[in-house]
């Protein structure tokens, strides 16, 4: 996951079909730390939020635990001068000249809830019955992810189901102590709604064994995401201990189990 300079957006490109709550989202040419360009969604985050770093930490953890995700992310500052006019800036970016900002490269597909807007029932039952969708209901439960939707979820052009957004990970750590508490929307409810009892059982036995996974995952993470933090909020060693002992426990092969249980 690439933290990048200054210069590293661009191009505005538009505004996107479907750019959900966030007034900033808008479509741009961001260049990597090697030069290349890609073609992203980008949204401007407040720094003072956990909506910026929980992006970050969600994608590293879909990565390293083989969860399908964009194939490229980043943070990068924007300078504001170049956004005006183009986008509506949010109140929090007047003391900003450079504003923080999320970029992911755009997947060849569209979400969920956009594909089957006249055939929504028999395209949620697709999504709920691919293995994909179960190992990104496993990410979420890991990672405490409260908002995951059909708009969250992109079905490829080769059908592959993929994760994007992954702002409000860590909920009960991060947002809950500032006050804001999302209502749950997730996979594994999706699934206890519209399944039948079997397939249901199913669903839940195959995010507990994607589950076993996560204990390596978090070790192949670990490093990147002090990192992470440590750059984004230097000397903050209460952040990045607090985070890396929350997703270490949640990553022990029984923990999941022990979750999900009773839904058994």
């Known amino acids: 996951m690439q933290i990048l300079g200054n210069d590293a957006w661009r191009e505005f490109r538009g505004i996107p079909g479907e750019k959900g709550i966030n007034d900033s989202s808008h479509l741009a040419k961001v260049e990597d730390s090697s030069g290349r360009l890609h073609s992203c969604f980008v949204k401007l985050l407040n720094p003072g939020c956990p909506a910026l770093i929980c992006e970050a930490i969600g994608w590293i953890l879909a990565k390293n635990s083989g969860t399908p995700t964009v194939s490229f992310a980043a943070i990068t500052p924007i300078p504001k ?39 929504f029932f028999t395209g949620r039952l697709a999504c ?75 669903f839940v036995s195959d995010v507990v064994g994607y589950g076993e996974g996560h204990k390596n995952a ?7 995401i002090e990192n992470l933090i440590n ?7 209460s952040l990045s201990d607090a985070v890396i002992s929350h997703l270490d426990t949640r990553s022990d092969k029984d923990w999941i189990n022990n979750q999900l249980g009773l839904m058994i």
């Open 218 to 224: 978090f070790n192949n993470s670990k490093s990147q």
């Open 128 to 202: 709920l019955k691919s293995k994909t969708t179960r190992q990104i209901a496993a990410l979420d439960v890991w990672t405490d992810n409260k908002d995951r939707n059909y708009g969250n979820v992109i079905k490829s052009k080769s059908n592959e189901y993929i994760a994007i957004d992954h702002e409000t990970l860590l909920h009960d750590l991060l947002w809950l102590p500032m006050g804001i508490c999302y209502s749950e929307r997730s996979l594994l409810k999706e699934a206890e709604a519209h399944l039948g009892p079997k397939e249901h059982e199913a």
């Open 231 to 237: 750059t984004l909020y230097p000397g903050n060693t």
């Open 81 to 119: 001068e170049k956004l005006k006019g183009k986008v509506p800036l949010p109140d929090w970016t007047e003391n900003f000249d450079f504003c923080p900002a999320w970029c992911s490269e755009i997947v060849d597909g569209k979400s969920v809830k956009q594909i089957y807007t006249w055939k």
